[in-house]
């Protein structure tokens, strides 16, 4: 079996739901005719047919408001924003009534919505958003945001196949710069486990998504250097592994979070309000975390490089904190 | 020379830590030029020189915390003058910044850790006094100087769970901060200072709740249990933590034990002609020497006769040597209501009757007053120990290390005893001799308790 790229994951991962499961139906701009502007939907229309394929006009309200009319109707959308930062044209749908909905009316909307998000390719402000901490604070949502190709697969067969809304992000950098072999069987990916992508004993940096490669690289170094440690991805940041986070905290008793988000309100804050929480007396140092600066991402190339989190960074700020 | 003191950042704070030093020692400064920076628990702020002249000396490192008023750092006025082509225009030295109290007074000091005691045999040369200083009060969590211990809540629960004194523990994190491998290290290395008073810091547990997680995490291999842990905790039990004299203790009875082949001799001795010396004695002696007459004395004197006619008594064992010890330095186990110390009387054999008594008494007085130096509490070649006075027939003392031998006293009571075929009441004890039998063989053992017998009990000597 060929290595595939976490695009090819992402496409499969819709080709076999939609095979499955006649309600999967999906809908977005330009997916259709066009196969999407990342190629994730090519082929999906020649496959499924107009009536399951649908090239939505450009109004983000309009396309989740419809995925939601169709989740109460039976069907399982599978909705694409071309890039997730334009999810925030539809913040009050997702907001007010996809997530809401289950609570208030007794109305689940088994609807995925996902799209590629992240920075690093130099897209600039409205094209490099990593938007999941407008959704952390949602109560009704789930929130996922993988890292390789198998979990890609297996987490958005989930995400389908789960009763409630869920946010699926799909960082771009990663699409087609990673690749893996993956069973030929089907498989699925459970939603709310974190993964330990290494093991170690000094430290541990806690990251997801683009992240965690950038970790697994820093990880390297210091290895070099003595310095051991331990790598875990979140996978779904909402519900947050919370088990997971603690197990290792109280193992290496020191906590690096690493995020692409801006740091202000980032993911990090929550989780070392949780580790405070659930493992204070186990903490041998401050929790620490590597984030993009607090502004919109630049478009200059160079500009953009000092924004985001590199191995680099990731590596200094664990340093220090293996020092302390 | 001008102190330049921690200021205190407004009301409530009591400390600052310095986190850069904008000079550096030898630096030119002017008045009023940003010096340092601090951060407290309330502000961060730059604080400026409070006299112009030459950085001489910086007190606290960066990442130090340390109490208001403490200096931090001293300049030399002087030096700006010599320094300066404009000497004229030179300030002279000011005192301490204005708004902060001139001088800096000493931190406080945290109680010194307790020496490490010296391990002592068996028992007691005579009930020791109450001592209320006996467990020393655990101060606030500083450095002996008044820095504070920098740690974090991982390892300060392992300091609860351990009963450790952070105070004692070097830390090698960023700014001396205790980590969890100097903490762990130092437990298992022995080299913590348990707090003394386990009072203060392992709340007593009258509880049937599962054996702490750590019992004997810090006791050394040689106080390993005989029996699974687990064993040792039911029903209602209260758990003490050792205080360091008594690991200390504790490990070298352990490894007298397993290092000599400890063999018993138990002789009597009829003391009457002792007794009776002594209490006529007794009050005449005390008025013309200034100390008490008590029995020990005599068996000091006894014991030394013994080991100048069978010098193998009066030895260490290394390996495969015999060290035969040309003084005879006498350790007396004395009890102290913390445990046990053994002050040894340098150069017995030197001393006529009146020097020991008043070595004795000395050195007894300061073991319970905590005063001994390192030094008498080290190098003793024999030992004797008196459970005697607490009443015990006779003992079978532990060998003092590096000793090969120990003198048990027992009680000093009148007992009836065959005299010429007659019943007579006579003052009697039982004296034990505990002997490493590497080297001292019974022939020896007894020759000696026999010379130390005809001592006592034909008493020549002037006592005054």
Not at chain 2, 78 to 94: E, I, L, R
Request: with cysteine; proline share 8%; glycine share 8%.
């Amino acid at each position: 079996m060929a290595a595939i790229t976490m695009l090819e994951g992402i496409r499969q991962a819709i080709f076999e739901e939609m095979d499955r499961d006649p309600a999967v139906v999906a809908l977005g701009e330009d997916i259709g005719v066009y196969g999407g502007a990342f190629k994730v939907t090519e082929g999906l229309l020649a496959r499924f047919g107009p009536e399951r394929v649908i090239d939505a006009p450009i109004s983000e309200t309009a396309i989740v408001g419809a995925a939601c009319g169709m989740g109460y109707l039976g069907l399982r959308p599978i909705v694409e924003m071309q890039f997730i930062d334009f999810i925030a044209c539809c913040f009050n749908q997702v907001t007010n009534f996809v997530a809401k909905s289950h609570y208030r009316w007794g109305a689940p909307v088994p609807m995925v919505l996902r799209g590629p998000s992240g920075g690093g390719v130099h897209g600039g402000p409205f094209h490099s958003a990593n938007p999941e901490m407008y959704f952390m604070h949602t109560p009704g949502l789930k929130i996922i945001y993988p890292s390789t190709a198998y979990d890609a697969k297996g987490l958005l067969k989930s995400a389908v196949r789960d009763n409630n809304p869920v946010l699926f992000f799909e960082h771009k950098y990663l699409y087609r710069r990673i690749k893996e072999e993956i069973p030929a069987e089907e498989y699925t990916v459970p939603i709310g486990k974190a993964v330990v992508r290494r093991e170690g004993k000094d430290l541990t940096i806690l990251s997801y998504a683009a992240m965690v490669h950038t970790s697994l690289e820093a990880a390297e170094t210091l290895a070099k250097e003595g310095i051991d440690a331990e790598v875990i991805d979140l996978r779904t940041l909402l519900p947050l592994d919370r088990d997971a986070i603690l197990a290792s905290v109280k193992k290496t008793n020191k906590l690096l979070v690493v995020h692409e988000d801006t740091r202000t309100g980032g993911i990090a804050g929550e989780i070392a309000a949780l580790v405070c929480e659930g493992a204070f007396e186990d903490l041998d140092g401050p929790i620490a975390r590597v984030t993009a600066l607090d502004t919109p991402t630049p478009y200059s190339p160079p500009l953009e490089e000092r924004f985001l989190p590199n191995a680099e960074k990731v590596a200094a700020a664990a340093r220090d904190l293996a020092k302390y | 020379m001008a102190d330049v003191i921690m200021p205190q950042m407004g009301e409530s704070i009591f400390e600052g830590t310095i986190t850069k030093w904008l000079k550096k020692p030898g630096d030119k400064i002017e008045r009023d030029e940003p010096l340092f920076e601090i951060s407290t628990d309330k502000v961060d702020a730059e604080i400026p020189s409070p006299s112009a002249g030459v950085l001489k000396e910086i007190k606290v490192n960066e990442g130090q915390t340390v109490p208001i008023q403490t200096v931090v750092a001293v300049i030399d006025a002087d030096g700006a003058s010599a320094g300066t082509s404009t000497a004229a225009s030179a300030p002279a030295p000011a005192p301490a910044k204005a708004e902060a109290p001139a001088q800096a007074s000493a931190p406080p000091k945290s109680e010194a850790p307790p020496k490490p005691a010296p391990s002592p045999a068996a028992s007691a040369l005579r009930a020791a006094a109450p001592s209320p200083a006996a467990a020393s009060s655990s101060a606030p969590p500083q450095r002996p100087g008044g820095e504070k211990i920098r740690s974090s809540p991982l390892v300060r629960r392992i300091a609860r769970e351990n009963n450790v004194d952070l105070s004692q523990i070097p830390g090698t994190g960023a700014g001396g901060r205790i980590s969890k491998h100097d903490i762990r290290a130092a437990i298992e290395g022995g080299s913590a200072s348990r707090t003394s008073s386990g009072a203060a810091t392992a709340p007593a547990r009258a509880t049937s709740a599962p054996p702490p997680a750590a019992g004997g995490a810090a006791a050394s291999a040689v106080l390993e249990t005989a029996v699974p842990r687990e064993k040792m905790y039911f029903g209602h039990y209260e758990v003490q933590p050792m205080s360091v004299m008594r690991q200390r203790i504790a490990e070298h009875m352990v490894l007298s034990k397993r290092v000599s082949p400890h063999v018993y001799s138990v002789d009597e001795v009829n003391v009457s002609g002792i007794a009776a010396l002594r209490s006529k004695m007794k009050d005449k002696f005390e008025q013309s020497s200034g100390t008490k007459l008590t029995f020990m004395p005599f068996f000091v004197r006894a014991a030394v006769e013994g080991l100048r006619a069978f010098p193998t008594v009066n030895s260490s064992v290394d390996g495969t040597n015999i060290v035969l010890h040309k003084e005879c330095n006498i350790g007396i186990a004395v009890a102290l209501d913390w445990g046990l110390i053994v002050p040894v009387i340098k150069n017995a054999e030197e001393k006529n009757f009146l020097g020991i008594a008043r070595a004795l008494n000395d050195l007894a007085e300061r073991a319970r007053t905590k005063k001994l130096k390192p030094e008498e509490v080290a190098e003793s070649t024999f030992s004797i120990t008196n459970p005697g006075v607490f009443g015990g027939l006779f003992g079978l003392p532990v060998i003092n290390q590096p000793n090969v031998a120990i003198l048990g006293l027992g009680t000093i009571e009148k007992r009836p005893v065959v005299v010429d075929d007659a019943i007579a009441i006579r003052s009697m004890v039982y004296l034990t001799l505990s002997y490493d039998h590497r080297v001292v063989d019974g022939a020896v053992a007894h020759q000696f308790m026999g010379k130390v017998k005809h001592t006592l009990e034909n008493w020549t000597e002037s006592i005054l």
